[in-house]
């Protein structure tokens, strides 16, 4: 498992990619729960958002799997579905606190100019460096350009936004 763990700390590094992971459904099923548990942990201690964080997760995780089996089914590439599902999932675990964290703080220090700037500039890295890794990887899954790898997680990311705001719409 720490061997796992070590991976996906190489792929959100851009060191490794999914080609690196082990293609079993046992490697995708464990990663998921792993992600899961994680930020579910991460976001029990410390609330990254209001209101209904675990149902947020919970279509977090099963649009992320529609995502990339769809996307590697137009693709032609289904066959690397688990390895990059994996790679995905394990990288953003890998993430999660940090970003959680980051989070928390942003809303814990919202009114103090001293901390809005530094953590704003903190956020913005960790997203760059989230939309680099998954870009990484799906580079290597998919065998297109960077450029059009980019463009993919980017649309992702505001699908699951979207998604999320149609499940969970904020307060009125």
Request: charged fraction near 10%.
């Amino acid at each position: 498992m720490t061997e796992l763990v070590r991976l996906y700390a190489q792929i959100a590094l851009l060191r490794r990619g999914p080609q690196d992971v082990p293609g079993s459904a046992l490697v995708l099923v464990a990663t998921v729960a792993g992600y899961f548990v994680v930020n579910f942990a991460v976001s029990l201690v410390l609330p990254p958002i209001e209101g209904a964080w675990a149902g947020r997760l919970a279509v977090d995780v099963v649009f992320m799997l529609v995502w990339y089996a769809a996307l590697l089914r137009l693709a032609g590439k289904p066959e690397r579905f688990v390895q990059t599902a994996s790679a995905v999932f394990g990288f953003q675990a890998v993430l999660a606190p940090l970003l959680v964290v980051t989070g928390w703080l942003m809303r814990r220090h919202d009114q103090d100019p001293a901390w809005q700037f530094p953590l704003a500039m903190l956020a913005v890295l960790l997203v760059v460096w989230l939309i680099a890794a998954n870009s990484h990887v799906l580079k290597a899954a998919l065998e297109w350009p960077l450029l059009a790898c980019i463009g993919l997680v980017l649309l992702q990311i505001v699908a699951a936004w979207l998604l999320t705001w149609v499940f969970f719409p904020p307060p009125a």
